[in-house]
């Protein structure tokens, strides 16, 4: 056999000019994807409990989800995780070749039957359902030359510049940032103090949720024949020390603030 192309030269130039032709052409018109589908498509379930442990937000948050999500359609197995912050997340693998929009919309679904299960403040707060990778894509990291910008500092400042452009980007199916070091204000509670006036954690609660919010106060001189209107101010989200300080958590009958 390559006898006959040795012999015969033109016939070999020729086949291999034919071969170099389709091989471009090939080239040219086979598609190319610069990130083709070879990860099966996954969702993401998840929530929040404040407040609960590891141990409550499996049996409370977690068992539930995965009762109704379990044998969603195309499913092929999910894996969950509590910790002791209150999180909870559940990640659903899909066979290859499923549509992921599709997939979100039957977990989201699935979540949809458990809520009633779920404790009241986890509903409140809100179930995420969301479609996304098993791996990152790209991983960067934010430094600052100026020491007065520490790692708390440039951490909110991503949270609240940075990854929410980055999330706009088409094909971008989510972002975020390692660690927990979001803006917040803990309030330390002497228990003494509280058994003295008969007072309960729930209760320094109920006086946060009611006092530290955004609220529309109105205006003056809507009611009637007013010649003039004035919009009220409210100041808002407490924002620093001194105005969490300063939360009434009980009134007595002869007017006594606590």
Same mark, same amino acid.
């Given at each position: ?46 929530? #929040? /409990? ?8 499996? +049996?409370?948050?977690? *068992? =539930?989800?995965?009762?109704? @999500? %379990? $044998? ?75 020491? #007065? /910008? ?8 991503? +949270?609240?510049?940075? *990854? =929410?452009?980055?999330?706009? @980007? %088409? $094909? ?87």
């Amino acid at each position: 056999m390559f006898k006959k192309f040795i012999e015969r030269p033109v016939l070999s130039t020729v086949i291999s000019i034919i071969i170099v032709i389709l091989g471009i052409l090939g080239l040219v018109t086979l598609p190319i994807s610069q990130y083709p589908e070879i990860a099966p498509p996954t969702v993401q379930v998840s929530a #929040s /409990y404040q407040g609960a442990n590891a141990d409550v937000v499996m +049996n409370s948050v977690v *068992i =539930p989800l995965e009762e109704q @999500i %379990n $044998g969603v359609e195309d499913m092929t197995y999910m894996t969950s995780s509590a910790s002791n912050d209150g999180t909870a997340t559940i990640t659903v693998n899909f066979k290859l070749g499923t549509n992921p929009d599709l997939a979100a919309v039957n977990v989201q679904n699935r979540v949809a039957r458990a809520s009633s299960l779920l404790p009241a403040e986890v509903t409140r707060s809100g179930v995420v359902t969301a479609k996304r990778q098993a791996s990152n894509v790209l991983i960067f990291g934010i430094y600052s030359d100026d020491p #007065s /910008y520490d790692q708390k500092f440039l951490q909110n400042y991503a +949270n609240i510049n940075i *990854i =929410p452009q980055i999330k706009r @980007i %088409n $094909g971008v199916g989510d972002a975020s940032a390692f660690g927990q070091m979001d803006y917040t204000m803990r309030l330390w509670l002497k228990p003494d103090v509280m058994a003295t006036y008969g007072l309960v954690p729930n209760d320094v609660s109920v006086a946060l949720a009611e006092q530290n919010i955004e609220a529309a106060p109105g205006q003056f001189g809507e009611q009637g024949e007013q010649s003039f209107q004035y919009t009220l101010k409210y100041t808002g989200r407490l924002k620093d020390e001194t105005a969490f300080s300063n939360i009434i958590i009980r009134t007595g009958a002869n007017g006594q603030v606590l």
